[in-house]
C-alpha cells in the first residue's frame, strides 16, 4: 500500500513538478466537506483529490446577465408604477380584480298557508 501511494505521489511530481502533501483518508474527507464536496464519505480517494484539485478552478461570475435594461421602456414604467403602488402600500401589492361586496337581498317573510 505504502509502495503504491509513493508511486502516486512520484507521478504527479513528474506531471506538474510542484510538492504534493499526502493526506490520510480522514483528511480528504474533512477538507472535502469543508469545500462544499457532498458525499465525501462515500466517494473514493482518487476522486476526492481530483474534485478538491478542481475546486480551486471554478470560475464565479458575478456581473449581470441578459439583456441590458432600456430605462425610459414601458416595461420599466410598469415596474416603477408597481413599486410607487407597494410603497404606498406598506410593502403589498394585490393582483386580481378587487373584491366585490355582495349586496343583502331581502326577501319578504313567506306566510304559511294552510289546507
Not at 53 to 78: C, D, H, I, M, Y
Not at 101 to 108: D, G, L, M, N, S
Amino acid at each position: 500500500m505504502a509502495s503504491q501511494i509513493g508511486y502516486v505521489i512520484f507521478k504527479y511530481k513528474i506531471k506538474t513538478q510542484i510538492k504534493i502533501k499526502v493526506m490520510t483518508r480522514s483528511e480528504l474527507i474533512a477538507a472535502a466537506k469543508a469545500a462544499g464536496i457532498k458525499n465525501a464519505s462515500r466517494t473514493s480517494s482518487a476522486e476526492l483529490e481530483t474534485a478538491l484539485a478542481n475546486v480551486g478552478k471554478a470560475k464565479v461570475s458575478t456581473g449581470k446577465r441578459g439583456r441590458p435594461v432600456v430605462e425610459g421602456s414601458a416595461r420599466q414604467l410598469r415596474e416603477a408604477a408597481k413599486a410607487a403602488r407597494a410603497a404606498a402600500n406598506g410593502g403589498v401589492v394585490k393582483r386580481g380584480r378587487p373584491p366585490q361586496p355582495k349586496a343583502e337581498v331581502t326577501e319578504p317573510a313567506q306566510e304559511d298557508q294552510v289546507g
